[in-house]
C-alpha cells in the first residue's frame, strides 16, 4: 500500500505488441465508421423495438465519455533513474489529461458493442526513470493482448491511446455471454474485496475501481429465477509472455464459477475455481440489519507451489437520518509479505528488475500487504448539495501504523466536477514489522481532479 505498491500504480501494457497496437486501431475506426453508418442506414430500423423506434436512429448508436484531468504530488526517498545510480530522493509531480469516449452500438436488444476509448497525454517531471515506468508503464505481462499504443511527445510526457474496455455483449434467454476487456468484480467488500482475485485493487489507487485496467475474458451468466445467477468466467493468459498454441488453455488460464442467490434480505454467493496457479474456493454474504448493510466474504486459497492461506473482511456500513455515512471494515491477509520471505522478495525484484515469468506466478492477482490484520473506517457528508467530504483511515494493527485520506469534492455545475485528496500516514513506536504506510509518514500524496461530462 505504499506510494510504490504495483497494486496502486496506473497500468500500461508493453510496447512490444505490435499485432494488438493494429487491432486497437482497426477498433477505433470501427467505432468511427459505424457511428455514421448508424445515422444513415435506414434499415437498420428493423432491430429495434417498438420503444425504440420511437426514438429513431439515434438510438442505435451512443457516444458519451468524460475528460478528466488529474495532477498527483509526492516525494520519496527511492527515486530510480535508468543510469544505475543508487535510489535517491525526489519531489515528483504528474499530470494526466485524459478524454474517454464510451461508444456503443446496439444492434439489436440483445446485442451491443461497448468500447471505452482513452486519449491521454500524460506529463511529469521524473519521464525515462524506473520511477516512472513503474507507475505509467506498466508492462501488462502475461496479458492476452495490448490493448494501448503511445509514442513520446517531449522529453517530460507521452501521448497514448487506450482500449480501457472492449466488448461484446449477446442475451438469448435466461443467458447472456460478454466476451471481450471487461469489468469483472466479484465480492461485497467495500475497502477490501477478497473473492475479487481476478482484479484487485488496493484500497490506496489513487483513481477508482473504475480505472482500473479490465479483464480479458468470456463470461457467461445463466439465470434460473429471479433472485438467482450462475456465472462462469473464462480467462486466458500468456505463459513467458509469449503468445502461442497453448495460450487458451496453459498453468497461467484463470477460470471461475460463481453462484450467487437472494434470501429475504441477504445476498449469498459462493465461488471457485483457478487463479494465477492457485486454486481457490469462496463465501460472500451482504445482508440488511438493523437499516443497515452488513457484509463478510472468506477466501480460501491454495498454491501449486507453497502453503495454502486465508483472506477474509467482514463490515457494516449505515445511513444516519442527518446525511452522514458511516462505514467500518476489517481485512485478514494470511499471505502477508512480512510472513512470506519469498513473495516479498518477488515484490522488492519487481520493482528493480521488472516481471518475469518466476515473479509473476507468486505476485499475480495477489492483495499484496505487508501484514495481516487491517482496520478501516470511512466517513462521508453532504454539507450542500453541491460539496460534499469524504474521509477514510486505515490502521495496520501489526506494523502499528495509520493511513488517513480525507478529500472534498465540490460539483461546479451538473456535469463538471472538482475534489482535493490527501493521502497521509503515521507510524507509532514499538512494532518489528515494516508497516505498509510507512512512506507516507514523510512524504504524503496530494493530488487534484477535474472531471466533465459529456
Sequence with gaps: MNPINPERMRWLAKPGKAGSKCLLILLCLLLFFASGAGADDTDADIFL?????????ASLFSIGGHYKNLITYFSTDSFMDKTG?????????????????????????????????????IAANYVGSKTYDLYWRQSGY?????PSADTGFSGDGFYRINLHRFYAK????????????????????????????????SPTFVEGAEDQQGTDAARLEYYPGEST??????????????????TFANKNTNVISRIRTTVKD????????????????????????????????FLLAFPDDGSSYVLGSA??????????????????????????????????????????????????????TFNRHYLGIALGYDFTPLMRGDFFSIAD??????????????????NLDISLTAMMGYIFKGSDHTSDFSEFEDHPLMSATLQWYF
Aim: charged share 25%; hydrophobic share 40%; net charge negative.
Design 315 to 368: 463490515g457494516y456500513e449505515y445511513h444516519f437520518a442527518g446525511g452522514l455515512y458511516c462505514m467500518v471494515e476489517y481485512f485478514y491477509n494470511q499471505s502477508a509479505m512480512n510472513r512470506n520471505e519469498e513473495l516479498s522478495a518477488a515484490y522488492a525484484e519487481r520493482l528493480i528488475f521488472g516481471m518475469n515469468e518466476e515473479r509473476y506466478s507468486l505476485l499475480a492477482n495477489q492483495f499484496l
Design 170 to 201: 449477446l442475451a438469448a434467454g435466461n443467458f447472456t455471454i460478454t466476451l471481450g476487456r471487461q469489468q469483472i468484480r466479484f465480492g461485497s467488500g467495500r475497502l477490501w474485496n477478497p473473492l475479487d482475485m481476478l482484479n484487485p485493487i
Design 49 to 57: 423495438t417498438d420503444d425504440e423506434l420511437l426514438l429513431g436512429d
Design 397 to 414: 494493527i501489526e506494523g502499528r501504523g495509520l493511513f488517513f485520506s480525507p478529500s472534498l469534492k465540490y460539483s461546479l455545475s451538473q
Design 85 to 121: 545510480k543508487p535510489p535517491e530522493q525526489k519531489h515528483l509531480i504528474s499530470d494526466i489529461n485524459r478524454i474517454r469516449l464510451s461508444a456503443e452500438i446496439r444492434f439489436s436488444e440483445n446485442f451491443l458493442l461497448h468500447a471505452d476509448i482513452d486519449n491521454e497525454i
Design 266 to 297: 441477504a445476498d449469498l454467493a459462493i465461488l471457485g475455481g483457478r487463479v494465477a496457479r492457485r486454486t481457490l474456493g469462496g463465501m460472500d454474504i451482504a445482508a440488511i440489519v438493523r437499516d443497515g448493510m452488513l457484509r463478510g466474504s
Design 142 to 146: 502475461n496479458d492476452l493482448y495490448d
Design 229 to 246: 445467477e450462475i456465472a462462469f468466467v473464462y480467462a486466458p493468459k500468456r505463459v513467458d509472455d509469449e503468445l502461442n498454441s497453448s
